[in-house]
């Protein structure tokens, strides 16, 4: 999608994870309370690549991931379109409140309407 390879605005570029974010993934996640180390994330990485109905972005500025967020699209019994299942969303603690958990939830909610999915 190329919209989300595009600045959101002047300071926040939202793309998807690359085994180079491996160490800011570790460092994300250790903040929201799930240690990790920075080793166990291309393996991790590596099942999001697999899986066609999952997606992980990050949101960076100035060179650096400062917000992380995954995506699961999933069928259910009770709906006919799929929904989307934000799985995990995390700003670094230096960055909160500029506006980054926004633009990751909003990267978010495309990537599912691209899909078909009616609820986030």
Known sequence: MTDL?????????????????????ARLCSQLGYPSERSDIPTRLRRFSTDSNAAAFVGVS?????????????????????????????VDEEARTRGVGRVLVTTVEQWAQARGAKKV
Do not use: F, K, S
């Open 5 to 25: 390879q595009a600045i959101v605005d002047e300071h926040i570029l939202i793309r998807e994870v690359t085994d180079a974010d491996a160490d800011a993934i």
């Open 62 to 90: 100035a060179g650096d991931a400062i917000g992380l967020v995954t995506v699961h699209l999933r069928y259910t019994l009770n709906h006919e379109a799929p929904i989307a299942q934000l799985t995990l969303l995390v």
